[in-house]
C-alpha cells in the first residue's frame, strides 16, 4: 500500500461546477497536509495546506481533512477551465521532520 | 528574487555517462531537497539537505549522489547514467523552520532522457 495515494483521473468536470479530488494516507501519525498544483510541464505550487481537522477554506478552494478516516479533500467550486492541471496531495508522515510524501496526483479537466 | 534556479533545463545522456544536476535558492531557506517524478508517480524525494552542512537520503537514493555546497547551492550528481533514471528532476527548498509550515519551492526542473 502506498503512503499516500490519489485517483489518477482524469476527472472531467463541466465549467462552474465542484471538482473534488480525494487522497488518503496511511500513517495515522501525520499532521501536516498539503495540496499542490501542477500545470503540464510545469513546478507544483502550493494552493492549500491543512493542520487540523475540518475545513479550511481560500477563495473557491476548501481543503477538508478527517483524520480519524485518514482522508484529505480538496473542493474546487466554480470550476474554471484555468484549473485543468494535476493537483498533487503531500503529507508529513509521523516522525518525518520536514519531509512531504507525495501522492500520485490526480489529474482534473474542466470543460468549457 | 529568482527563487529556486535549475540548470540545465534538458538534457540528453547515454548510458553510462555522468553529470551534475544544479540547483541554488536565493531566499535564504535553511533546507533543499531534490525530487524525480515519473508518469502517475507523483514525486519521489531522492535526498534533501535539511541544513548547510548535512545531507540525507530520501526514498530513491541509488544512483545518485548529492552535495551541499552552501547555503545557496545544492547539487545532484549521476556518477554512470542508466535509462531507469529517464525523469524530471525538480529541486525544491523550505525554510523549515520548528513551528512552521513547510512550504516547499520548486525550480523549473531538468527533463533527462538517457538513452
Known amino acids: 500500500q502506498k503512503e499516500v495515494e490519489q485517483n489518477s483521473g482524469p476527472l472531467s468536470v463541466p465549467e462552474g461546477a465542484i471538482a473534488s479530488l480525494n487522497c488518503t494516507y496511511s500513517?495515522?501519525?501525520?499532521?501536516?497536509f498539503f495540496w499542490y498544483r501542477q500545470y503540464s510541464g510545469k513546478s507544483p505550487e502550493l494552493i492549500m495546506f491543512i493542520y487540523s481537522n475540518g475545513d479550511k477554506e481560500d477563495g473557491r478552494f476548501t481543503a477538508q481533512l478527517n483524520k480519524a478516516s485518514q482522508y484529505v479533500s480538496l473542493l474546487i467550486r466554480d470550476s474554471q477551465p484555468s484549473d485543468s492541471a494535476t493537483y498533487l496531495c503531500a503529507v508529513v508522515l509521523n516522525n518525518a521532520g520536514n519531509m512531504l510524501t507525495f501522492g500520485g496526483g490526480t489529474r482534473l479537466m474542466v470543460k468549457p | 528574487n529568482a527563487g529556486v534556479t535549475q540548470t540545465p533545463k534538458f538534457q540528453v545522456l547515454k548510458t553510462g555517462q555522468s553529470m551534475t544536476l544544479q540547483c541554488a535558492q536565493d531566499?535564504?531557506?535553511?533546507?533543499m531537497y531534490w525530487y524525480r517524478q515519473d508518469p502517475g508517480m507523483g514525486l519521489r524525494l531522492i535526498y534533501y539537505s535539511a541544513s548547510e552542512g548535512t545531507t540525507d537520503k530520501g526514498e530513491v537514493p541509488n544512483g545518485y549522489n548529492v552535495s551541499r555546497l552552501n547555503k545557496r547551492e545544492f547539487s545532484l550528481r549521476l556518477e554512470s547514467a542508466a535509462p531507469s533514471q529517464t525523469s524530471v528532476y525538480f529541486c525544491?527548498?523550505?525554510?523549515?523552520?520548528?513551528?512552521?509550515?513547510?512550504?516547499?519551492?520548486f525550480g523549473p526542473g531538468t527533463r533527462l532522457t538517457v538513452l
Open positions: 531566499m535564504n531557506h535553511n533546507s
Open positions: 525544491a527548498s523550505s525554510e523549515a523552520l520548528a513551528g512552521s509550515y513547510n512550504e516547499q519551492f
Open positions: 500513517d495515522r501519525g501525520s499532521q501536516s
